[in-house]
């Protein structure tokens, strides 16, 4: 039967659920209203609508690479709480994310939530899932990269870190090591930038302004003022930009200097839950709400 765009916006108002999920209803209940509330009901998908407004800030970072090593995806999948993190459903989705993103020509988490497996869409799994979990969980991002010589990826701290690097150079098992020291680097130093020659001169001047205030401040010359600048500038380099960062296994060379002839062309960093509110919840809090569910 044809069901009105009228009234899948009326099941929508009363039960908070998605679009597509409610025209499913209405067609399983041949466009009965209260009973494809109850249909959305008994498979959870009201009940999953309800708890998308609550903060999901923690989960993990997933990586994919292909087996030529010339495409690799990053994907970030939160939950409430690190307890579901933990879970291997939450696992096996979030893996699962990653592999169709570094498979598919997805633009952004809007066409992933489309994207149709078995029938059912990504989005219309999820909220299964946090029907059956019980806490709030959502895709908040993905990056794929693709590289006419390799990629590398890693994950810090078991996926709270991940790191894509898009690399130029010969594809040698040497190379590849490197690239991965360099991921390992780039979780643990943040920079920034590539390269000091990605600073904007908008950057640059505010950070020269505010450098210069402080050594006013500490009561400096003003006649030698401009060669501590020097100084400072190449410092806040060192300490924003990747190539001209102190290597984090060997301090007595930067970055640049380790790769050698090894070029990166681009860096993507996810760090869980960047951004986002954080929940302030006691394990025991949460083990009593889950209790009462």
């Known amino acids: 039967m044809s069901i009105s765009a009228k009234l899948v916006m009326e099941l929508r108002g009363k039960t908070d659920a998605g679009m597509m999920d409610c025209k499913k209803a209405l067609i399983e ?56 993190a ?7 989705f979030g893996n699962l994310l990653t ?28 909220k299964g899932m946090i029907a059956k979990i019980g806490e709030n969980m959502n895709i908040r991002r993905f990056a794929k990269v693709t590289s006419d010589d390799f990629v590398s990826t890693y994950l810090h701290m078991g996926g709270k870190i991940g790191v894509l690097l898009h690399m ?7 190379n590849k090591t490197k690239a991965k020291d360099v991921a390992m680097h780039v979780a643990a130093m943040a920079p920034d930038f590539l390269d000091k020659s990605e600073v904007t001169q908008e950057i640059l001047d505010k950070e020269r302004a505010i450098l210069k205030a402080q050594l006013i401040e500490q009561g400096k010359p003003e006649k030698i003022i401009d060669n501590i600048l020097i100084g400072k500038m190449n410092k806040f380099f ?14 007595k060379i930067i970055v640049e200097n380790y790769l050698g002839d090894l070029k ?12 986002l509110e954080k929940r302030n919840e006691d394990f ?6 889950q209790m009462k569910s």
Do not use: H, M, P
């Open 29 to 84: 209940t041949n466009g009965d209203l209260e009973a494809a509330a109850d249909y959305l009901r008994e498979k959870g998908i009201s009940k999953a609508a309800k708890k998308a407004s609550r903060i999901a800030a923690e989960g993990l970072v997933f990586n994919a690479i292909s087996a030529d090593e010339k495409q690799a995806a990053l994907v970030e999948f939160n939950s409430e709480t690190d307890f579901v």
């Open 99 to 126: 592999k169709l993103v570094l498979e598919n020509d997805l633009k952004n988490v809007e066409e992933l939530n489309t994207f149709e497996i078995d029938g059912s869409t990504i989005d219309t799994i999820l």
């Open 264 to 275: 990166v062309e681009s860096v993507i960093r996810f760090k869980l839950g960047e951004g």
């Open 238 to 251: 060192e300490e924003n930009c990747l190539l001209q960062q102190k290597f984090v296994k060997d301090d």
């Open 284 to 289: 025991a809090a949460e083990v009593e709400a």
């Open 86 to 92: 933990k879970n291997e459903e939450f696992k096996g």
């Open 168 to 174: 130029k150079g010969d594809v040698t098992e040497e």
